[in-house]
């Protein structure tokens, strides 16, 4: 008998609190439905979804093109701010 595969999922995104309505760079919903955008706007709700679906590992991505676009201007500011929100959250 074999044990069970553990599931990984490799892109789930995350906005930070700076990409969220009110934020310095906030990014609006656009085409997102609405429980989609409340999962990438809400940490907890990406873990619930993640845990209920069985999914042992999850890889999160705050993708900087999301509120700059692929080829806008991206403050330096805005990039560590990302990256020093996933650190953080990824202590948690």
Do not use: C
């Amino acid at each position: 008998m074999t044990a069970p595969l553990d599931i990984v999922d490799i892109h789930a995104h995350l906005w930070p609190p700076a990409w969220r309505p009110g934020g310095t760079y906030e990014k609006p919903a656009g085409t997102f439905a609405p429980e989609i955008h409340r999962k990438i706007i809400t940490p907890q709700a990406l873990v619930d979804e993640l845990e209920h679906n069985g999914v042992s590992l999850g890889v999160v991505t705050a993708t900087i093109e999301s509120p700059f676009g692929m080829e806008g201007s991206v403050p330096l500011a805005a990039v560590r701010q990302a990256n020093d929100w996933l650190a953080a959250l990824s202590r948690e």
